[in-house]
């Protein structure tokens, strides 16, 4: 059972989380014209690295999205940062 | 008889006696034994079976080592499976019968399996009955397999306590090196945690009775432990720690008696010691596996921990400079011992039930017990769970703790530190961080290891008849990996997961195939270290508790109009009212809710708000329909799809002013819907200018529907006046908040009203109470999903699979039209998204006076080899239509209306003509009427 | 379709959930909820904010949620919706919630059973998983503790609750 940082309430039960995406990926312009092919990478297109990843995760609990590097091999948490910053 | 009580010594209290019995016979122990020890004390040495060819067994090790004594305990009226008779306590009154035996252990009737063997080997039920089809034989053979029997009256009370909890150091080990290990951490400050699986401390220290410290065992133990508690350690006997998991998480399992489910603690440790052991390995020899043969360590674990001396006549086969202490130990306790050395000539057991002598070389002697040891092999599965690395040692023949993983270190015999001052040693510098002494050892081994192509039946893996030449044949057949030749063989698939057995099959692998055994490696270990019940993994997680459902607030109120209730989409709902039979029940509620009004508990449907400045642009990204051009006031229906452009849910969207808008999914996904927007909000929207508030938990709603529901309404004296179809207004209920949508899921004219759960009774009361009086009442969700069908309105996950576009069920206008991106619009035109042969929502109309049609029966092409073109999706009586309804996806539906097609079911086919999915008042006269 | 009605217990509507020597559970009735989020939702409200283990000392406070949302428990009437004003949203969710006073010194002792929440970790935030469920979780004195789930699940808490106690309270 691994222990997640939450950016926002700190170390939690990996219970607390889910995995959202991978870090880095952006949604096409879909307004304009997008290829098969360049829909099809975002979509399906998944880097599954082994080692250090950067993924987006979500603390379900309190809901904020933030981006967790991680090593998919040992499992150490590598660092969490907020996808946004608290307000002033 | 072999065994025997000696006069003194041991941990167990002389003076009280024990009633127990054994396959039907009665025998007395004391406390402080286990089944095993009890047994052997009173000469018995046949405790098992073993699982394939039945071969009469012993007593290998004397605690979780050993594979062979198996039984099935009774205590009163609770009996347990599969208990080792070395790690079960012996309880006053237990009868015990070993499993895999029947009669007895001592005269197994299948035993004759045995004569067998020659066409039994590594791979014979795989080879023998694949033709025509393993499943065929499969029943018989599973049968026969197996070991203990369930009592499937289940024992009262078996729950675990599951109880999360942190330390700072966890010592897993109570014997010399973790005693010395926590009280240096105790003292020196640190949160300690020892766990020892035993339900005394002093792990091997009995064994021997060595003093430690000037004292003997007892005292010294007894000092430690007033010392580690002095300084504030905990600790937990009977506990076994069984897992390591990520991030320093330690399952630990706490004995708390027969038949009582033990207690499972999640210790979160930020340091572990490892101090675990380590277990003698059988030596390999013909008939190694006879009654009588037992590891030295166990030997010495029955005499120093139970006063129970063995044998009589005890040969000692041991390969490393412990055999010395050990014949001193046993003569000392009256028996007559005589050395073999195994490295020098091949030995073999002699005997039919139970070992009469040994041979070593030409030469035979007689000997009621061999004791034998192949080395000493460290406790490292803990050390693997967490990830530690092992390292091959040529001295100790044995694989040691290598590089550390994170938080954890190994002391003593564990660590390969088997000579006692040593380990005591290593085990204060490594808790308090001092530098460690030069490593050092006095332990000498000649290394012997299994032989290939010696005489005789050697055993490898005693509870699952893995042989030497099973290993061989293995190796033959190409299963040469560790964990093929595990897989292929069962070696190490026993109950006691290889502890008995991995390193001689490995060794065995190794020396066949003239590869030193540090290349042929291990195979991985897994929690749990011992067998645990099933019962620590969901705990009090059962019976309500297992999947809980949401509870409607008139839950009570459903309760007392006779409502039976079902699970819909993780809630407890109403699907049927009155003591009437299912069918006629919701036929009934159907017909009535068409003829006059019907009154739904449709409180689960999703009520999440949608705020900020950025709301309008959000909901419209969101949605597959436009709906930015809708009004304040106003409702509109909207499908919401994946970015693969999957229909993931359907509902509608109020809004309530520019800024705000409520979404309104289905009552299964409020959950999954909620979870979708804050993903696009925080992550590609600005998450500052649009806020999410799933308010479904506040409000209660209750849906009126049918040709009286308005004037049900103007009873309650609620304005109904200004609410259009597709819109809403506020209002007042008993002085909170109303809000009335006029959406209807019926096809009839519908009120649905929501108000504050604390105000839900009353309205309840009241509503219902107008619709009584006017012929209507309480529809279940099972009359709803009727109507809804009349209608072809669909239930997305019933109506449509993972597969079905918008455009699949008729709804084609954003998709050709809308401007502005919305999630999966990239996806409505891939080639897959333009295919000709899509699966499409049609009705299917049966033929005149044939039954409804089996839903998920498959929609067929005619000829030799049928092809499915899709599947009916819903399908019922229809009360007000007077005949069975459908719906279905069909390839090129909507293409096809009127086209008779044939459905197959179960191998029955039937034919039926598609239609339109609607059925019911196509034209929507009664929307609004 | 089948009829589960007597596969689970029918709610329980008495407030007093357990009432054990060093252990009771109730369940109170909170004024009013009000759910508000918005970039300075923090800062929000004139009531204590709460994180973990913050103490609550009246019956007025406001319970953090997130990075920007808070539950006023006991505040003032405020209007739903959007407020552009003040950047914020608010609903009220005074029904939405099933609050309970867990008190007694075998509190702890009860919780332990339900997952991790120890005092020494502090968070800024009460939202936790609990007994298998998202609870707001805070601090009410010395042993005593504020748990919220929502209304649909009050009775999922109940009977968890009930069932620790009945299999294992004498440990507790
Ligand atoms: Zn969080």
Known sequence: MQLFPCPFCGDRDEREFHFAAEAGKSRPDTTGAVSDAEWATYLYAQRNDKGPVREVWVHLTCAELFVLERDSVTMAVLRATPLRQDPA | ?929 | MRDDRLKWDAPASDPKVLAQDGLHVTRVRPTRLTLISGVQARRASALPLIGWPDQVTSEQFALCLRRDRILEVGGPDRLPGWDAEAGLAISEMTDGYAMFHLDGDRTLGLLKRGGVARPDQPSPSVVRLMFGMDVLLYCRGASGFGLCVPGPRAETLRSALRAHLSQHGAEI
């Open chain 2, 1 to 929: 008889m072999t065994g025997r009580r000696i006069e003194a010594g041991g941990l167990i209290d002389r003076a009280a006696r024990l009633n127990f019995s054994f396959d039907g016979r009665n025998y007395t122990g004391h406390p402080g034994d286990t089944l095993a020890s009890a047994l052997l004390a009173n000469g018995v040495r046949i405790l098992g079976r073993s699982f394939k060819y039945h071969r009469p067994r012993g007593p290998w090790g004397a605690w979780f080592d050993d594979p062979n004594a198996m039984m099935n305990v009774r205590l009163g009226r609770d009996e347990l499976p599969n208990c080792p008779a070395t790690t079960t306590a012996l309880v006053n009154g237990m009868s015990a019968r070993a499993v895999n035996a029947w009669p007895s252990a001592a005269h197994d009737i299948k035993g004759g399996l045995d004569l067998f063997h020659r066409w039994l080997g590594a791979g014979f039920y795989y080879k023998t009955f694949m033709w025509p089809n393993w499943h065929l034989f499969e029943p018989s053979i599973r049968k026969m397999a197996g070991l203990g029997a369930l009592e499937m009256s289940g024992i009262e009370g078996h729950v675990t306590d599951r109880v999360d909890d942190v330390c700072d150091l966890l010592v897993v080990g109570g014997g010399a090196a973790g005693l010395s290990a926590a009280r240096a951490a105790a003292e020196a400050g640190q949160g300690v945690l020892l766990v020892e699986d035993h339900p005394e401390l002093g792990g091997g220290l009995y064994r021997r009775g060595t003093p430690v410290d000037g004292q003997p065992p007892v005292a010294w133990v007894a000092e430690q432990r007033h010392a580690i508690e002095a300084a504030g350690g905990r600790i937990l006997t009977g506990t076994t720690a069984y897992g390591v998991y990520d991030h320093g998480l330690v399952a630990l399992s706490e004995d708390r008696g027969f038949a009582k489910a033990p207690r499972l603690w999640r210790m979160r440790v930020r340091r572990a010691i490892l101090a675990a052991g380590a277990t003698d390995r059988p030596l390999t020899f013909a008939n190694n596996d006879l009654p009588g043969i037992m590891a030295v360590e166990a030997g010495l674990e029955f005499l120093g921990r139970h006063g129970v001396l063995v044998g009589q006549k005890i040969a000692l086969a041991s390969n490393t400079s412990f055999g010395d202490l050990a014949a001193e130990r046993l003569e000392a306790a009256g028996a007559t011992v005589r050395r073999y050395d195994p490295t020098a000539r091949p030995l073999q057991g002699i005997g039919r039930k139970g070992l009469e002598a040994v041979r070593h070389g030409r030469y035979r002697y007689d000997a009621d017990v061999l004791l034998a040891s192949a080395g000493w092999t460290p406790l490292v599965h803990l050390w693997r769970h967490a990830g530690g690395k092992l390292r091959w040692s040529d001295a100790l023949s044995a694989f040691l703790p290598g590089d550390p993983p994170e938080g954890m270190a190994a002391v003593g015999a564990a660590n390969g530190t088997f000579d006692l001052d040593h380990a005591v040693e290593e085990a204060g510098c490594v808790a308090t961080g001092t530098p460690l002494p030069q490593p050092r050892t006095r332990y000498h081994i000649a290394p012997h290891w299994p032989e290939p192509g010696g005489e005789g039946r050697q055993w490898i893996d005693f509870q699952h008849d893995v042989t030497l030449k099973d290993v061989e044949q293995a190796a033959r057949e190409n299963y040469t990996s560790v964990e093929h030749l595990k897989r292929y063989t069962t070696l190490g698939m026993a109950s006691d997961q290889g502890k008995t057995s991995n390193m001689a099959g490995l060794a065995a692998m190794a020396a066949i195939q003239g590869r030193p055994i540090p290349e042929v490696g291990t195979t991985t270990f897994r929690p749990p270290f011992v067998p645990v019940p099933m019962e620590l993994y969901h705990g009090t997680n059962r019976g309500q508790q297992f999947h809980p459902l949401k509870r409607l607030a008139l839950e009570p109120q459903h309760r007392a109009a006779g409502a039976a209730l079902g699970e819909y989409g993780g809630w407890l709902r109403p699907a049927w009212y009155g003591e009437n039979p299912m069918t006629q029940a919701i036929r009934d509620e159907a017909l009535m809710a068409r003829q006059t009004v019907g009154v739904l508990d449709a409180s689960p449907l999703g009520k999440i708000e949608v705020m900020g400045p950025d709301a309008e642009a959000f909901v419209n990204f969101i949605y597959y329909n436009t709906i930015r051009t809708l009004k304040p006031g106003r409702i509109r229906y909207g499908l919401m799809l994946t970015e693969g452009g999957v229909v993931y849910d359907d509902g509608v969207i109020a809004r309530v002013a520019a800024d705000h808008f409520v979404i309104s999914c289905s009552s299964s996904h409020v959950d999954g819907v909620t979870a979708l927007l804050e993903s696009w909000r925080q992550d590609g929207n600005d998450p500052d200018r649009i806020f999410v508030h799933d308010c479904t938990a506040h409000w209660a709603t209750i849906t009126v529907t049918g040709p009286e529901a308005r004037r049900v309404m103007r009873a309650l004296d609620l304005p109904v006046q200004d609410v259009p179809h597709m819109s809403f207004c506020d209002a007042i209920f008993a002085g909170r908040p109303l809000r009335i949508a006029r959406v209807s899921f019926t096809g009839d004219t519908s009120y649905e009203m929501s108000v504050p759960t604390g105000s839900a009774l009353a309205l309840w009361q009241a509503v219902k109470e107008a619709a009584e009086g006017r012929g209507g009442g309480p529809i279940g969700v099972e009359a709803l999903s009727v109507l809804r069908a009349e209608k072809g309105y669909i239930m997305v996950g019933k109506d449509t699979d993972g597969e079905t576009m918008p455009h699949d069920l008729g709804f084609t206008g954003p998709r050709e039209k809308k401007k502005a991106a919305f999630v999966g619009d990239r996806s409505l035109h891939t080639a897959t998204a333009n295919a000709s042969d899509r699966r499409q929502l049609v009705g299917l109309a049966v033929e005149e006076g044939a039954p409804a049609l089996p839903t998920g029966a498959h929609i067929v092409t005619g000829g030799e080899r049928p092809a499915s073109q899709g599947y009916v999706t819903s399908s019922y009586d229809s009360p007000i239509l007077g005949r069975p309804i459908a719906m279905a996806l069909i390839a090129g539906g909507h293409a096809r209306l009127g086209e008779e097609v044939t459905i197959w079911h179960m191998d029955e086919t039937r034919s039926a003509t598609i239609t339109a999915a609607c059925a019911f008042d196509r034209q929507g006269a009664r929307l609004d009427a």
